[in-house]
């Protein structure tokens, strides 16, 4: 069963359009990660939301975590070539330890077309 | 440069025949984890370690084997390799949960 369901897996589009991925869970999460992978590489932290309703951008990249901490997304804004790749959200939730549990979305495989 | 690295990047092997993949960070942190990745199952955990000499399962964690002797290497042990452990794995280090990711070893058993 996958804790972390993230929707497209697939999207397609063409330079300067906007798009959203989405990241939902039943579970709470204590934050949560968007990380993005290239070809023949590891995936790279983008960012980390932490309370609930919290928005952060980076550039022409919005992340939203859900007021619930269930949930979020990941907006692009006027796609560029340059941000193809496969994105992935990924959800920690804090033990008895340190360092909290991870779990991975199955990704969404992004395609941004000149 | 901050970094994890892998050893080797790719692999084929035959049914059985045990492997290693070496990991090492410079960052001296002390979280380290291996994960798989498969199509449309995204990352999943294998092993982790919190320290050196503390290691516990994560998800996967049938048919492997780590050690952490040395807080910077984590290596994955597979003793005897098997066509469904073909697969794309990374290993991480992390700090406060947010994971550096190595590059990836594309490992084929046959």
């Known amino acids: 069963t996958q804790l972390l369901e993230q929707s497209p897996q697939f999207l397609s589009i063409q330079e300067g359009e906007n798009l959203t991925v989405y990241c939902n869970s039943s579970s709470v999460f204590s934050s949560l990660q968007w990380y993005r992978q290239e070809p023949g590489e590891g995936p790279v932290l983008l960012v980390t939301?932490?309370?609930?309703?919290e928005v952060k951008k980076l550039k022409r990249l919005t992340f939203q975590f859900g007021d619930a901490r269930k949930d979020s997304s990941l907006h692009i804004t006027a796609a560029q070539p340059g941000d193809t790749g496969l994105y992935l959200c990924?959800?920690?939730?804090?033990?008895?330890?340190?360092?909290?549990?991870?779990?991975f979305g199955q990704g969404t495989i992004l395609t941004v077309h000149p | 440069e901050a970094q994890v690295t892998q050893n080797p990047r790719y692999l084929i092997t035959v049914t059985g025949k045990k492997l290693t993949v070496t990991c090492s960070q410079n960052?001296?942190?002390?979280?380290m984890s291996w994960y798989r990745q498969d199509p449309g199952l995204g990352l999943r955990q294998i092993y982790y370690s919190m320290n050196v000499e503390v290691t516990d399962k994560g998800d996967v964690p049938e048919g492997y084997k780590v050690s952490r002797k040395e807080k910077r290497n984590f290596p994955l042990i597979l003793e005897s390799p098997s066509p469904n452990q073909t697969s794309l794995y990374f290993c991480?280090?992390?700090?406060?949960?947010?994971?550096?990711f190595g590059p990836g070893t594309r490992l084929t058993v046959t």
């Open positions: 939301v932490v309370t609930g309703g």
């Open positions: 991480a280090s992390s700090f406060l949960n947010e994971q550096y």
């Open positions: 960052m001296n942190h002390e979280y």
């Open positions: 990924a959800g920690v939730i804090w033990g008895g330890t340190s360092y909290g549990k991870l779990t």
